[in-house]
């Protein structure tokens, strides 16, 4: 069983920081890319950033220059440090781990998510 376990989230004020943390468990053999992404109240899920095979990043055009992703793959563990934040950053935040390999199967898996509140 795979399980994706977020944290960090929180209530901060603008231009303030977080850092949220997705570590990841279960028989995973490889993953793609691991991919942060949120929903605010009334909106599509929409991507935030991702992470690939040779650490490849790519970010939506909103966050650029202020989210930061990186993955510790000793700690099966993957961060969104998010600097600058603003008001319409306020979301749940999910982690992904997209096309993820067991065993078995080859699939994309999704955490719980985590709440993002920023207020001015």
């Known amino acids: 069983q795979v399980q994706l376990l977020e944290s960090g989230g929180g209530l901060v004020q603008a231009g303030g920081s977080l850092r949220l943390s997705c570590t990841y468990s279960g028989f995973i053999v490889s993953v793609d890319a691991m991919g942060w992404y949120r929903q605010a109240p009334g909106n599509q899920r929409e991507l935030v950033a991702t992470?690939?095979?040779?650490?490849?990043?790519d970010y939506l055009d909103s966050v650029k220059g202020r989210f930061t992703i990186s993955k510790d793959n000793a700690k099966n563990t993957v961060y969104l440090q998010m600097n600058s934040l603003k008001v319409e950053d306020t979301a749940v935040y999910y982690c992904?781990?997209?096309?993820?390999?067991?065993?078995?199967?080859?699939?994309?898996?999704w955490g719980q998510g985590t709440q993002v509140t920023v207020s001015s």
């Open positions: 992904k781990a997209i096309r993820a390999k067991t065993w078995s199967t080859i699939r994309d898996y």
């Open positions: 992470i690939a095979v040779g650490e490849v990043t």
